[in-house]
């Protein structure tokens, strides 16, 4: 998925803050953090720059997008092209970071309705394929759904 930056950001809705439903254990579908996304107007080079700094090693590398991981496959990072990357100007907030969440499912149907009644919207303009599904936190971050 090639991002174009801020350009697919939806508008927050309520600024009102209410309280995230109790659920039960039983009731929570199992949800954990599959990858770390960044985006970069230079994937192979920011890909190269982490793989070095972690002591990982490249796992794939497609147009758009490359893996790097730490060998065992408990634990990656993705590099994904940005059309219109603006580095950020952390920590003044002109240009704000660029980073999403991949979260693995195991039912992305009851995970998506799940992650929709917690506050999560499906963003308007965002990708959606058989294995992933793109939404916004309450606060508008995006972050995946992928089975």
């Keep these: 998925m090639t991002s ?17 439903p109790a659920t039960s254990a039983s009731a929570r579908p199992r949800i954990s953090i599959e990858t770390v996304v960044l985006d970069t107007d230079d994937p192979p ?11 990982w090693q490249i ?6 997008w490359i893996t790097i991981g730490d060998g065992s496959g408990a634990a990656r990072m993705d590099f994904q092209l940005a ?3 603006k580095p950020p100007t952390w920590p003044d907030n002109a240009v704000p ?3 999403h969440l991949d ?21 308007a303009s965002g990708d959606h394929a058989p294995d992933f599904i793109v939404f916004l936190d309450p606060s508008g971050h995006p972050f995946c759904l992928c089975s």
């Design 4 to 20: 174009t930056s801020d350009t697919n950001a939806a508008t927050v809705g309520s600024t009102t803050s209410e309280p995230i």
């Design 45 to 55: 080079l920011l890909a190269e720059f982490y793989a070095a700094l972690l002591g």
């Design 59 to 64: 796992e794939s590398t497609e147009e758009d």
């Design 83 to 85: 059309l219109n990357h």
């Design 97 to 99: 970071q660029q980073l």
């Design 103 to 123: 979260l693995d499912v195991d039912d992305l149907d009851k995970a998506a309705a799940y992650a929709e009644s917690i506050g999560a919207r499906r963003a």
